[in-house]
């Protein structure tokens, strides 16, 4: 009699500009993800879970086929493949191509472009044929749209009248004496499901549980532990001065004139804290860093 065939999660990971910040967050979600150069199939410490490196740009029509169960990429490129899948959550975080990109339209300086209805019947080059049109139609607009193969903020005036392009600071947009004249889109990364795998029990639970690891890193990304030791007749200013992200622990001591607290806080806001901890009567004050936090 042979043997039962595991289950396997196939998953994508997105090849290219987030590849990277991927990897780092698998690891503090507490995955080993070994990525070679010669191979589009990393390793993962979980046997059940198959790895492929695909491009952003690729990954919803991938998922949609069924050929990978889940993945990441931005909400731009599954608007641009129009793909059918199951947005799972926002995976947004301060790291590098992890935080909101606009999709703008741009113009040369001196244009006389001003507003979306001003392309009607002008150029557009584009990299995003499909966000593109959804955008001109949305504003009731007919215009040329070409597909760019790079180099897209160089083509106005001469090439295009206009262009709709990728932006997370405009830095390369002022370099080419651009101005942007509207947003088509905001966009973040994603993790993405095949429908038909989102609704099979096995796949479903085993999606929702390596989401809470990676949420729960994305949480801790800018936060910190906090512990601080507080004699009892300081605790209500001390309580006063830490701020309401949740309730503290608070645990009694071998002195029975003290209790020990324990919370999380922002780590922006460390230096600001610290001074006035002290001040109110914390002492022993601990700072440590935190992987994840689940909610």
Known sequence: MSAKKKPILKLGLPKGSLQETTQKLFGLAGFKLRITSRSYYPEINDPEI?????????????????????GITGVDWTIENRAKVTEVA????????????????????????????DLAGKRIATEVMNLTKRYLKQHGVKADVEFSWGATEVKPPVLADAIVDVTETGSSLRANNLRVIDTVLESTPRFIANRDAYTDDWKRKKIDRILMLLLGAIRAVDRVGLMLNVPKDSLDSVLAVLPALGTPTISHLADPD????????????????????SEAGARGIVEYPLNKIIE
């Open 50 to 70: 198959e790895c492929m490196l695909i491009r952003a740009q690729e990954m919803a029509r991938y998922v949609e086929q069924g050929i990978l169960d889940v």
């Open 258 to 277: 003290w209790v020990a607290i324990n919370t999380v806080i922002e780590e922006a806001i460390v230096t600001e804290l610290f001074p006035k901890l």
């Open 90 to 117: 926002d995976l947004r975080a301060p790291w590098p191509n992890y935080g909101p990109v606009r999709w703008v339209v741009a113009v040369k300086e001196g244009s006389k472009i001003k507003r979306p209805k």
